[in-house]
């Protein structure tokens, strides 16, 4: 008897813990959903004045206490949307010149050492010619570094472009190991500062001002794109190598102003994308390098020669 | 079963080892102490310059620290294999030794999991972990899993540590010192009641069944961190039992040479017999055949069809930059302690003595004089991605092997004399070999991405790890053995109530069971 007492006491206070721990659940979605209610309710009362202008606030958002609305800024994380950019590079304009990557290095401000487009000298096999490659970060569809990254420090967006956020990167570097590109780059050190530089105020857009232990790349110059312009490397590449455009407007533009429609070039122009068997759908398309007109490197010493 | 406050006369061995201790401990202890400290000048530094105080690049970018990660958590396997899956399977003679490998569990998985934080270029942040995770990432796997192994195993080296705790508050009732309140609050007020036990030992059955599945896991994960990449070399699919094989032997390894260790500085000649080297050596024996079993299945399949992008990485290491590593690993690391394990037990061995070419001296003199030309030539001849197998399979080197099988063989008749010796020399290589392994899975395979390495700047294109990487990899090596060493000073290291169930006693189905399986 004694021991089925204290059997029913113990399963009495399990009881009445399991109440109480349901009640504060409870209590808690409702004031959350409550909080939800009363926000949406002052939204309203804030648009409604907006509709009675006069002159001075014409086509200006007033709130209740006749203080102007400010339109919230866009999350840094958010794209233009209905926009998936897409960069096709014709490899037999491109000379290896390195243009595109002292473009890139001077916009972004790029850490003295790294390369967020780099051009490589490849060769396929013994039979056929050299050729010279320009590596971007392919912003993949299906992105390894994206997929490892602990902390959702960097992130796909709708547009298509992979970015890093600096304020959350904790630097483990797996998105390094995971990239099959070697598109990414450490800051080992606290980077060189230019003062131009250290007086901007940190946009992902941007990746500027670099800091000390965080991963860098190639982000297909978010903001150049956003306003319709070319990516500084596009711009900079005086043999107007590297297309970029929008897939969803099937148009891509060089720097020599020569816009076509994307699927056509990729389509006539025998496209592929490198290390396609990976299956991380890269956003970067390559036309061959068939009859090209421009030198192709022939032996190791010109690479050397060639990039001083 | 009563307490008795007195102990028997072997454990006086346990307790004397517990309370004295000599000038050597301190001076041991003083040297830990100071390799640990000096590591952590090392990270001071590195925390002001950055990962640049390392020599790793954006090439190779994990280096020496994820190696010791690696390392860590796979000696930590032993704690799981030892007390949980000889304790399910009812082998007795594990007793003396379970705590020694739980001991060893706690202790390195402690460093293990700080050396992805000192490998972190914004340590600063670490928070970041626990406020934004992603699940999807193997390395929230590995920081869920590490935790979860790191506080069931404390709990399973502590469930058994209960009875001798209050044992030893006990004996110390008189003396009242801190020990006695250290040993009074950890002790739960055990009394040693019949219902204690039986609590007791439900708890342990459950932690044993319930610490299994969470070991694999552990080492499951942390391999998953290289196989879930598109790398070749780590783009595998065996990587998973490969690194669970590869953390057992190591970690059963481990615990010989800590049994050795402390049946000499301890005196536990008693507890520690020659019986348990042996069966620790036929497990270790066991676990090394399937672990080369696993690299053979590793490289054979990959080298057979030499695919494009792993041929590189497969040069380097059969025949290139790293092959001198990657076969002492092979044939020093796992298949000669497999033949020190089992080669001493041949009876035949004896007559080995009685043929004057191999006498130990002269073959050992000729062997490393072979062995530093064939050093010299290596490191001398061209190391680029194209291999010289002509070189290789020259009668130099073949020459050299042969003197040092011949030098293995002369030392078989003095193995068998001292069997125990045998054992530990083979454990130590195989834990030496867990680390070199686990150097060889990483920086290899960080040098040998899809797309070729051009760069101009050597250092970026090599990894030599700086002194601030090897000072903080001793410091780590350092504080493993020392918060080991102190555990010992601490609490028991051979559980006496266990060890004491195996004195002759009225039968009782349980444990007459344990004792066939023991027989």
């Known amino acids: 008897m004694p021991e089925r007492h204290t059997v029913s006491r113990r399963q009495f206070l399990k009881l009445s813990a399991l109440a109480a721990g349901a009640a504060a659940l409870g209590r808690g979605v409702l004031s959350r959903f409550a909080q939800t209610m009363e926000g949406t309710a002052s939204q309203v009362r804030a648009l409604l004045p907006a509709f009675v202008a006069d002159a001075k606030t014409l086509g200006r958002l007033i709130g209740q206490d006749g203080r102007e609305l400010q339109p919230v800024p866009p999350s840094p994380r958010s794209a233009p949307q209905r926009r998936k950019w897409v960069m096709v590079i014709d490899l037999a304009r491109c000379d290896g010149c390195g243009r595109c990557t002292e473009a890139c290095t001077a916009m972004h401000m790029v850490p003295f050492g790294q390369e967020w487009i780099k051009v490589y000298r490849m060769k396929d096999n013994a039979a056929a010619g050299a050729y010279w490659f320009p590596r971007p970060c392919m912003q993949c569809d299906n992105p390894p570094c994206v997929a490892v990254c602990p902390v959702d420090a960097t992130f796909k967006r709708e547009d298509g472009i992979v970015l890093i956020d600096q304020d959350r990167c904790i630097g483990c570097r797996y998105c390094m190991a995971a990239c099959p590109y070697s598109a990414r780059s450490f800051n080992w050190a606290e980077p060189p500062h230019s003062l131009a530089e250290l007086a901007r105020s940190y946009s992902m857009e941007l990746n500027i001002p670099h800091r000390k232990g965080v991963v860098e790349k190639c982000i297909f110059c978010p903001g150049l794109v956003r306003e319709g312009q070319l990516p500084a490397c596009a711009a900079g590449c005086p043999m107007g190598a590297i297309y970029v455009g929008d897939e969803l407007e099937d148009t891509v533009t060089n720097s020599w102003g020569e816009t076509t429609r994307f699927s056509e070039l990729v389509h006539q122009g025998g496209g592929y994308r490198y290390l396609e068997e990976l299956g991380t759908e890269p956003r970067v398309y390559y036309l061959p390098h068939r009859d090209h007109q421009y030198p192709m490197p022939e032996t190791a010493g010109q690479i050397e020669q060639q990039r001083g | ?519």
Not at chain 2, 94 to 108: G, L
Request: proline share 6%.
């Open chain 2, 1 to 519: 079963m009563e307490t008795p406050s007195r102990f028997q006369p072997q454990e006086r061995t346990i307790l004397r080892s517990l309370l004295h201790s000599g000038l050597p401990f301190y001076l041991w202890v003083a040297g830990l102490g100071g390799l640990f400290l000096w590591g952590i000048r090392a990270y001071t530094v590195q925390l002001q310059e950055g990962l640049a105080a390392t020599g790793m690049r954006d090439y190779v970018s994990w280096g020496l620290y994820i190696t010791n990660f690696v390392f860590f958590i796979g000696i930590s396997h032993v704690g799981a294999l030892m007390s949980a899956i000889l304790r399910i399977s009812g082998a007795a003679w594990r007793k003396p030794v379970t705590r020694m490998a739980e001991a060893i569990t706690f202790s390195s998985l402690f460093f293990g999991a700080l050396m992805p934080i000192v490998d972190l270029g914004r340590p600063d942040r670490i928070w970041h972990l626990l406020v934004y995770p992603r699940i999807q990432s193997p390395i929230v796997w590995d920081f869920v899993c590490i935790f979860t192994y790191l506080i069931g195993s404390t709990i399973f080296l502590y469930l058994p540590m209960i009875p001798d705790v209050a044992l030893l508050r006990d004996d110390l009732s008189q003396a009242k010192g801190w020990r006695y309140r250290l040993y009074s609050i950890l002790a739960l007020g055990w009394r040693g009641m019949p219902d204690q036990h039986r609590s007791l030992e439900r708890a342990m059955s459950v932690m044993a069944v319930l610490i299994i599945p969470i070991a694999v896991s552990v080492h499951t994960v942390v391999s998953w961190i290289f196989g879930m990449t598109l790398r070749p070399g780590w783009n595998s699919t065996i990587f998973g039992p490969y690194f669970v094989m590869g953390a057992l032997v190591s970690g059963a390894a481990s615990v010989v040479v800590a049994m050795a260790a402390f049946r000499r500085f301890y005196h536990l000649e008693e507890y520690i017999t020659l019986k348990h080297f042996r069966n620790m050596a036929l497990l270790v024996l066991a676990l090394d055949l399937i672990y080369i079993y696993f690299n053979i299945a590793e490289y054979l399949t990959v080298g057979y069809k030499m695919e494009e992008a792993e041929r590189g990485l497969l040069y380097t290491l059969l025949g290139g930059e790293y092959a001198l590593a990657f076969w002492l690993v092979q044939i020093g690391g796992l298949l000669l302690p497999a033949l020190l394990f089992i080669l001493p037990e041949v009876g035949a061995v004896e007559r080995i003595r009685r043929v004057p070419l191999l006498r130990p001296w002269p073959l050992a003199a000729a062997a490393s004089i072979s062995l530093a030309a064939m050093v010299l030539l290596v490191t001398q001849g061209p190391t680029q991605t194209g291999v010289d197998f002509g070189s290789l399979g020259s009668s130099l080197s073949w020459a050299v092997a042969l003197l040092l099988a011949l030098l293995v063989i002369s030392t078989l008749p003095a193995l068998r004399a001292h069997r125990i010796l045998a054992y530990v020399l083979g454990a130590g290589l195989i834990v030496i070999q867990a680390w070199l392994k686990r150097y060889l899975i990483i920086v290899p395979t960080l040098l040998s991405p899809y797309l070729p390495i051009q760069d101009p700047r050597i250092e970026w294109t090599t990894y030599i790890p700086t002194w601030v990487e090897w000072s903080i990899t001793l410091g780590a090596m350092a504080g493993f053995v020392l918060l080991y060493t102190l555990f010992s000073k601490l609490f028991p290291i051979v559980s006496i109530w266990e060890t004491r169930e195996e004195e002759p006693r009225p039968a009782v189905t349980h444990y007459s069971r344990e004792r066939e399986a023991e027989a």
